[in-house]
């Protein structure tokens, strides 16, 4: 029995009681479980028919001949990959109906092969080198139309539409920072993995291979034992314990197949991609701020965001990781390009959103404002979600300084006015309106919680985690920390379970800076239950 890992894939034209993906809301849904519209099923339905199947790869015929001699190397990569299409196609009614309701949203595959452009020379290199038919390459469409941003129902996400537990078993990290389902790179690499290992399962039975990656092994491995054990075909199509969505799955894929084997045929223009490599990679071994790094290279930061759509956010985070760029401006990522950027990336911290935060009361905390914290942070709304850890700026004046606990909430009563309440707290009426989000005439309300600044507000740590510490110190310079330490006495804690570097600090009024130099050890370090620390007196 083949362990089943549960992939539940999103199409953007499911039929009705199946989830559609958030990525393909563009695309017109079918009628009635798949159908297209009447008018324009019946003008796809009339095409289908007339299809010259002499052109496709599965037959061999003069007219394949000539058509694969002439896109083998002209040049653009979609011929390429028609050119060397390998999977027979099959003569099924389940085939005909996604291909007249494809037929019939043909402006709409243009666009998504235009998606698709950046990220598609990667993949066939990527298929071709692990020896996968190239049709894999319009799998994407099906499952997110090439929308790297695509996230299901079922939390699927990425080109590929991984779900958590299946990303992880083929080693997609998912950090504060970083979604390896929505790298591309990464996914891919996933997703190929998936393919070698499920052609092996299944002997090279395509139509099976395809549907077990939306339906999963376990799934399909059964509705063949089953058809087997009742003496039935045991081919993919003759399969009845599978569900609706996985029988039509691999029809989807075939109909692009033939829309792309034969393009004229269907008034299909595919946008033309450069048999070429356009990106390059680099290594990233410290964290980088991408909005900076955009800015110095020149590429825009839409343009970076696209090519690396599993940067959760615009400080990239303290593991190691790849970053693409275009091959054309490579050389604009200079070593004085990506300094600048680390260095920009060093004071930002942590913050868990607690109830009652707004990104304007968050952002007046922290020395900044609204717009840049969403912006950073790569969110898509202004709401701010309890428990969700966003980044902050860390170091920017009093206001940065002072800790969430320095101000305090304060519900409103009857008769408060804004103006009375910025005279009781000691505040400027702007600073008041501004923390909280407040419009200039925008009246309060009793019961409605406000942030106001403590009548005896003093300069606190932020209570923030810092994303990265500075550059460690010179040896000499460490050596005359832990003496300093040393000279002025010192307590000795031990480690309880659930501490941590930064809230030890906390607790004795240092920072993780110190502890490490006076303890001799990384400033990322974890800490063990039972270990001896050396505190510095304050």
Avoid at 186 to 191: I, N, Q
Avoid at 226 to 248: M, R, V
Avoid at 322 to 333: E, M, R, S, T
Avoid at 399 to 415: E, I, W
Wanted: a positive charge; glycine letters at 6%.
């Amino acid at each position: 029995m083949y362990k089943y890992f549960s992939i539940r894939f999103s199409v953007f034209f499911l039929i009705a009681a199946v989830l559609a993906l958030s990525g393909c809301a563009n695309l017109p849904k079918p009628n009635d479980g798949g159908q297209a519209t009447s008018e324009s099923a019946n003008t796809s339905t009339t095409e289908a028919d007339t299809i010259d199947y002499g052109i496709l790869p599965a037959i061999n015929s003069s007219a394949q001949s000539e058509r694969r001699a002439a896109w083998m190397n002209d040049g653009n990569l979609w011929h390429y990959i028609a050119a060397r299409f390998t999977l027979p196609i099959p003569d099924n009614a389940r085939i005909q109906t996604q291909l007249a309701f494809y037929a019939s949203h043909i402006d709409y595959l243009q666009r998504v092969t235009e998606r698709a452009s950046p990220y598609l020379h990667m993949i066939v290199k990527d298929l071709q080198e692990n020896d996968l038919p190239l049709e894999l390459a319009l799998l994407p469409i099906v499952e997110s139309a090439y929308r790297p941003e695509a996230v299901s129902t079922s939390n699927a996400a990425g080109i590929w539409q991984f779900i958590p537990s299946t990303g992880t078993h083929f080693g997609l990290q998912r950090t504060t920072w970083y979604d390896g389902r929505r790298d591309i790179k990464a996914s891919t690499e996933a997703a190929v993995q998936y393919f070698s290992r499920l052609r092996v399962m299944f002997n090279d039975d395509w139509p099976v291979i395809i549907a077990s990656y939306n339906g999963g092994e376990g799934t399909l491995q059964k509705a063949v034992d089953y058809n087997q054990s009742k003496g039935l075909p045991t081919d993919f199509w003759s399969l009845t314990k599978i569900s609706q969505e996985t029988a039509d799955y691999p029809a989807r894929l075939y109909a692009l197949i033939i829309i792309f084997s034969n393009p004229e045929k269907f008034g299909f223009n595919p946008y033309p991609v450069p048999n070429a490599s356009v990106l390059t990679e680099i290594k990233l071994n410290k964290p980088i701020n991408l909005s900076k790094l955009a800015s110095l290279t020149g590429v825009s930061h839409e343009e970076l965001y696209r090519l690396n759509p599993g940067f959760d956010k615009l400080i990239t985070g303290p593991t190691s990781a790849n970053l693409l760029v275009p091959k054309g401006l490579a050389d604009q990522f200079t070593p004085g390009a990506m300094e600048a950027a680390e260095k920009s990336a060093i004071d930002w911290g942590r913050y868990t959103l607690r109830r009652g935060d707004n990104f304007h009361k968050v952002a007046y905390r922290y020395g900044c404002d609204a717009d840049e914290l969403i912006k950073v942070n790569r969110l898509s709304s202004a709401y701010a979600r309890p428990g969700e850890t966003i980044l902050v700026p860390l170091g920017r004046g009093e206001k940065a300084r002072m800790a969430s606990g320095a101000d305090q909430m304060y519900t409103v009563q009857t008769g408060d006015s804004l103006w009375g309440l910025a005279r009781r707290f000691n505040m400027e009426l702007a600073d008041l309106q501004h923390m909280n989000g407040l419009k200039a005439k925008e009246e309060i309300k009793p019961g409605q919680k406000l942030v106001v600044a403590s009548v005896n507000r003093q300069p606190a740590q932020a209570h923030a985690a810092r994303v990265v510490l500075k550059t460690p110190l010179a040896p000499h310079q460490a050596q005359a920390v832990v003496l300093k330490t040393k000279s002025r006495g010192a307590n000795h804690y031990t480690v309880k379970k659930g501490d941590t570097l930064w809230n030890v600090a906390q607790r004795f009024s240092t920072t993780v800076t110190q502890i490490a130099l006076a303890n001799r050890i990384k400033t990322n370090e974890a800490l063990k239950p039972g270990q001896i620390l050396v505190i510095a007196s304050q």
